[in-house]
């Protein structure tokens, strides 16, 4: 019996271990792919593959804004760029859905707040230092004058957005009038091509950007980064492929161990339901075991600046995945012996 039991014990940890370091692996390379993402967009300034370059065209704040305002304006956001040539300092108006940029602390200018001319801003990591406090406020200090500090830009590895500061879109007309270069950007080609239009009485457009890594610009050559592309989701099919068979191995190798256990609730005339039900408890137990462990490490590791931070639906996502992807497994071998009549009960 202490050998069964410690055979039940060997495969109970096999699982635990082995779903722990699925979970941690999968979320380190969620965590790749969004860092590679990241050093992508900020070779192009953080702009998306297709943006729209505008000039001012010799129209005023108010004819932009009203523009702006409109229903139909929606889902995306212009920028106004160069104001500052020691940082990359960018007037900004946004609305609706559009791709936001991790934040180290505080907030996002609201949608009030960059339709208006306050005094505030969102500056990259590398400004904090810059910063001072008044009236119980962070502040600093932009083409001369004082800023409010709403939030900090930022991600665990160093990168272009760590120079930036965004100022409302409004506030730099003010500051340092309409005349220059602005780029409408958003989620969809199709939403920037809308507010494009919208924008055509009141800015000038000039072309449409395609943004690439132009070897002139001391880039990477567009072949190399693009073969280095293909390996890396090779690698990731590899990783994803071992997944799927560690969890296979593992939950069948426990399933089995439960064969006796099984064998011995037939005999008591349970039914196949409860059973199962029965036996499902012990590998949730150890499913929840192990998530909390791979909680903590990669939490560990997030707080540290490790690895950069996972959204929440990328972690449900992949959590659910390997947890009920190991309970199909589970489900099945527990079924096949629970239906089985060759198990015999072993004596000693």
């Known amino acids: 019996m202490k050998l069964r039991l410690h055979g039940i014990r060997k495969n109970t940890l096999l699982l635990f271990f082995n779903m722990?370091?699925?979970?941690?692996?999968?979320?380190?390379?969620?965590?790749?792919?969004?860092?590679?993402?990241e050093l992508e967009e900020s070779k192009r300034g953080f702009y998306s593959k297709s943006t729209v370059e505008f000039t001012s065209g010799g129209s005023s704040w108010e004819e932009l804004l009203g523009v702006l305002q409109e229903e139909d304006w929606r889902d995306g956001i212009l920028f106004r760029e160069g104001l500052e040539m020691e940082a990359d300092t960018r007037g900004v108006f946004f609305k609706g859905d559009f791709k936001r940029l991790p934040l180290r602390s505080?907030?996002?200018?609201?949608?009030a707040e960059v339709s208006g001319t306050e005094r505030k801003a969102m500056i990259g990591q590398r400004f904090e230092k810059d910063t001072y406090e008044e009236?119980?406020?962070?502040?600093?200090?932009?083409?001369g004058e004082p800023f409010e500090v709403v939030g900090v830009l930022g991600s665990a590895q160093p990168t272009r957005m760590d120079s930036m500061k965004w100022m409302p879109l409004g506030t730099a007309a003010e500051l340092a009038g309409m005349e220059g270069s602005y780029i409408l950007d958003g989620r969809t080609e199709e939403a920037i091509e809308r507010n494009a239009d919208l924008l055509a009485p009141v800015l000038e457009r000039e072309v449409?950007?395609?943004?690439?890594f132009a070897e002139d610009a001391g880039g990477e050559d567009p072949g190399y980064s693009e073969k280095n592309r293909n390996v890396v989701e090779k690698i990731y099919l590899g990783i994803v492929f071992?997944?799927?068979?560690t969890l296979v191995l593992a939950g069948n190798s426990w399933a089995r161990s439960r064969t006796q256990r099984i064998q011995v609730e037939k005999m008591l005339g349970f039914s196949g339901g409860r059973i199962l039900l029965s036996v499902l408890g012990g590998y949730f137990?150890?499913?929840?075991?192990a998530l909390a462990a791979a909680g903590l490490l990669t939490g560990a590791l997030?707080?540290?600046?490790q690895i950069t931070a996972v959204g929440w639906k990328e972690i449900c996502l992949t959590v659910g995945c390997v947890i009920l992807g190991e309970l199909l497994v589970v489900a099945a071998g527990l079924s096949l012996r629970i239906g089985s009549r060759k198990i015999r009960l072993k004596r000693g």
Request: with cysteine; aromatic share 4%; charged share 15%.
């Open 302 to 305: 997030t707080l540290g600046k």
């Open 106 to 111: 505080g907030r996002y200018l609201t949608e």
């Open 242 to 245: 071992s997944f799927v068979l």
């Open 208 to 212: 449409t950007i395609v943004t690439g």
């Open 20 to 37: 722990v370091l699925v979970l941690v692996t999968a979320l380190l390379v969620l965590s790749n792919i969004r860092t590679r993402n």
């Open 285 to 289: 137990r150890t499913a929840l075991l």
């Open 135 to 143: 009236n119980g406020k962070q502040c600093i200090e932009i083409l």
